[in-house]
């Protein structure tokens, strides 16, 4: 699964940088047009996160909808679907957003002061 891979990767970078230390939340823009399933991610997320500093840790997602760019006319309108075609007709169009895939921020546990 492209999500499990994603998740692994993403919970592998993330231990390298904060270690040991419990993470409270991680932060991920993922794009409406950059084909990776929400579900299937917050799934694989936990799979990944098992046993690691990063169980439990709530995955945020943002989902930006995807927009594009006519070359015919030079309009920008937004997609509510997978399908980069132009309400003129057109599917000569650049995408200008929704294929993020993006890490925002990551949110360590506060430190519980000992005794
Ligand atoms: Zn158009």
Redesign the pocket.
């Known amino acids: 699964m492209h999500e499990l891979s994603i998740a692994s990767s993403l919970v592998d970078t993330i231990r390298d940088r904060t270690g040991e230390r419990t993470v409270a939340s991680v932060h991920l823009r993922i794009g409406q047009l950059s084909g990776v399933l929400a579900d299937a991610l917050r799934f694989s997320f936990e799979i990944a996160a098992a046993n690691t500093a990063l169980e439990g840790a709530e995955l945020i997602l943002e989902q930006p909808a995807g927009r594009i760019r006519?070359?015919?006319?030079?309009?920008d309108?937004g997609l509510v679907d997978q399908f980069l075609l132009?309400?003129?007709?057109?599917a000569?169009?650049q995408v200008t957003a929704g294929r993020e895939l993006d890490l925002v921020a990551v949110q360590l546990a506060a430190v519980e002061a000992a005794g």
């Open positions: 006519c070359r015919t006319y030079g309009l309108s132009c309400a003129c007709g057109s000569d169009v």
